[in-house]
C-alpha cells in the first residue's frame, strides 16, 4: 500500500484539481481532463479529512467506508481508487469489491481495478463470476491478447479449486485456439488439475502452432 500522505498535501492535492473550493475567487483552467468538476464543500473536506485520520490510526475499514461514499458523491476516479486501496489493505473483500466496481463504472479502462475485482473474486472462489470479469482484462489490450493469455495462469494461482480454473481457462481461450499461448495456458492449467495427458496434448498443439517455442 502506497504511504499515507500528509494530510496538507492530500488536501492542497484534492482541492487543486477536480474538487474545487467553496469560498474565493472563481478558479480557471484547473480541472484536469476527465476529473468531475465538484464544488469542495465543507461537508466534502471534513469527510474527506475524517477517512485520512482513519487510515494514519489503522482505522483501515472506516477509512475506506469513507472514501467510498465520497466516491460516489463526487464521481472522482481517484477517491475510488483510494478506496480500493485502503479496503485491499484492511482484507476487506466486500468493500474492496465495492470500491473496484466504482472504478469500473467511472472508468472502465481501469486495469487496477479489474485486477482487484478479479483478487477478489478469486479469493471467494467465484468462478462463474470471474469469467465476464477477465475477459473484459482480456479486451483491454487486443493487440497484446497472446500476452494476456499467458498471465491467466498466474492470475488464478491462488484458487483452490485447480479443475474449476481449468474449465474457466479452457472458456476464457475458446477464441483464441488459433494462437499457441492460449493451448499452453490450457496445458498448464490441465497439469495443475492432475491431467496430464490433457496437459501433454495441449503443449502439443502449441508446438505445433509455433514449432521453435
Do not use: C
Amino acid at each position: 500500500m502506497k504511504p499515507i500522505l500528509p494530510l496538507f498535501v492530500a488536501v492542497a492535492l484534492l482541492s487543486g484539481s477536480g474538487l474545487q473550493a467553496q469560498d474565493g475567487p472563481p478558479e480557471q483552467d484547473v480541472t484536469v481532463a476527465g476529473l468531475p468538476d465538484v464544488e469542495l464543500t465543507p461537508r466534502l473536506l471534513y469527510q474527506f479529512l475524517l477517512a485520512e485520520i482513519a487510515s494514519q490510526r489503522g482505522q483501515f475499514a472506516n477509512s475506506a467506508e469513507l472514501y467510498l461514499d465520497l466516491a460516489r458523491r463526487t464521481r472522482d476516479p481517484r477517491l475510488a481508487r483510494r478506496a480500493t486501496e485502503i479496503a485491499v489493505h484492511a482484507r476487506h473483500p466486500q468493500l474492496a469489491q465495492q470500491a473496484a466496481e466504482l472504478m469500473l463504472d467511472i472508468d472502465p479502462a481501469s486495469l487496477q481495478a479489474h485486477l482487484t475485482l478479479i483478487n477478489v473474486l478469486v479469493a471467494q472462489g467465484r468462478y462463474a463470476e470471474l469469467q465476464p470479469r477477465t475477459a473484459a482484462l482480456l479486451a483491454l489490450a487486443p493487440q497484446q491478447i497472446g500476452t494476456g493469455l499467458l498471465r491467466l495462469n498466474s492470475l488464478f494461482a491462488r484458487a483452490e479449486d485447480k479443475q474449476a480454473v481449468r474449465e474457466l481457462i479452457e472458456a476464457l481461450t475458446a477464441p483464441y485456439l488459433q494462437l499457441p499461448e492460449a493451448h499452453y495456458v490450457r496445458a498448464v492449467a490441465a497439469f495443475d488439475a492432475r491431467d496430464p495427458d490433457a496437459a501433454r496434448d495441449a503443449a502439443r498443439q502449441a508446438r505445433k502452432l509455433k514449432p521453435d517455442w
